[in-house]
């Protein structure tokens, strides 16, 4: 059977509405010019309405590390101690971004595929009252676990201690509202909810957080936060920014406007819901079964299947791209992604393409069986026929 038909199913990347696609294949403009900072300014506004909030929100031109370092060199200084929840790879990043620089780290493991509780977090503060900061995930994509963050904002809200969330794959698919709960920094990329290919940053800095920066000593220069929020209250960046990017955020911010931002999260939720309910119906097993992430879902696979070979066969003889597990993960688990520009029939492509994969690989199972569960999940929304 010839495939040409691709499907990027995968919690970053994420598909790319066609509308944003040719915004960002219009001729450029150059970024100093009054036309580029009005773009700017519209593309400003719209990401404080993402992130909820009244501070401003950073453009950075990089993929989302980027903006994890900066939160780190903007408000640490060396020799500092931080928290750290570590419950996969990109609690991991953390740890290595601490060490690189530096700064000291009080390591919260947390098994993969669990949620940090926030007693663990209140015992770490209680041992380290000095903290710096707590360097945590929102959700951790790699094991589509959803950490609770506001419980744990309530902890460091009052306190001299940061919370710096990385919210790479939870803004904008589900409700993390940075100044209502308290977060102090948070942080999202292009490639995840917002829709776009990889290359923007963003982040934003509670007032408590800005104060830290004054007094934060570790090094920086293309990150440096306070440099960026002087030019960027301009409507312009210190460095020339990734222009085609930005245009193309213009117009997938206008599309989430008009879904909504309580109808986006809503969305996500019921797409995770529809796979969670495919994946047990094909009697499987999800790697987040008590705080999943509405971002993607991670799913252990039966032990005779080597998932390494079924994710090649998934994406060279059917042309769908979903994503593994990392290190002890590998071969073990798959990831479904319900991120950004998804809706149910992606959901239906993904579980189709598992089950038929699934049973080329000799699984016993009941084709269809976990597509009428997500049909089941999904058909009560859809309207009555007038
Ligand atoms: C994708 C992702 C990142 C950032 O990775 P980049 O490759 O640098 O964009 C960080 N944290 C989480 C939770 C992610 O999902």
Redesign the pocket.
């Known amino acids: 059977m010839p495939m040409r038909k691709r499907y990027l199913l995968t919690?970053?990347p994420t598909q790319v509405p066609s509308e944003v696609l040719l915004r960002m294949a219009q001729p450029l403009i150059h970024h100093r010019t009054p036309e580029f900072s009005q773009l700017f300014a519209e593309v400003q506004r719209g990401l404080q309405w993402l992130f909820q909030t009244t501070q401003d929100v950073l453009i950075l031109a990089?993929?989302?590390?980027?903006?994890?370092e900066a939160a780190i060199t903007n408000t640490c200084s060396p020799g500092d101690r931080v928290i750290v929840v570590n419950g996969?790879?990109?609690g991991e990043?953390w740890l290595k971004i601490c060490a690189a620089f530096g700064v000291q780290t009080e390591e919260i493991t947390v098994e993969w595929g669990q949620a940090v509780t926030v007693e663990a977090i209140a015992q770490a503060l209680q041992r380290q009252p000095q903290a710096k900061a707590i360097l945590m995930?929102?959700?951790?994509?790699?094991t589509t676990v959803l950490h609770p963050v506001q419980d744990i904002a309530a902890l460091t809200r009052d306190s001299e201690t940061l919370l710096i969330v990385?919210?790479?794959?939870?803004v904008g698919a589900t409700d993390i509202p940075m100044d209502r709960s308290g977060i102090d920094v948070l942080?999202t990329?292009?490639?995840?909810a917002l829709m776009l290919p990889?290359g923007l940053?963003f982040i934003t800095l509670s007032p408590k957080a800005w104060q830290h920066t004054e007094r934060a000593q570790l090094p920086r220069f293309y990150f440096d936060l306070q440099k960026e929020r002087t030019e960027q209250a301009k409507h312009t960046t210190a460095y020339t920014p990734a222009i085609s990017l930005i245009s193309g955020l213009h117009e997938a911010l206008q599309q989430l406007q008009a879904e909504g931002l309580e109808q986006v999260w809503a969305r996500h939720t019921l797409l995770m819901t529809a796979t969670h309910a495919a994946v047990r119906a094909l009697d499987l097993r999800p790697l987040a079964a008590t705080h999943p992430s509405p971002?993607a879902t991670g799913v252990w696979l039966p032990p005779t299947v080597d998932g390494v070979r079924l994710l090649t066969y998934m994406r060279d003889r059917m042309g769908v791209d979903i994503a593994g597990g990392q290190d002890h993960l590998k071969g073990k688990i798959i990831r479904i992604s319900h991120l950004g520009y998804a809706g149910p029939f992606d959901i239906i492509t993904a579980i189709s393409s598992l089950e038929m994969a699934l049973s080329r690989f000799g699984v016993t199972l009941t084709l269809g069986s976990g597509v009428r569960a997500a049909e089941a999940v999904l058909l009560p929304r859809w309207p009555a026929v007038e």
Do not use: N
Not at 137 to 142: G, M, N, W
Not at 166 to 170: L, N, Q, S
Not at 189 to 192: D, E, F, T
């Open positions: 919690p970053g990089a993929s989302g590390s980027g903006a994890m996969g790879k990109f990043r995930q929102a959700s951790e994509t790699s990385d919210g790479i794959t939870a942080i990329g292009s490639q995840k990889p940053a971002a």
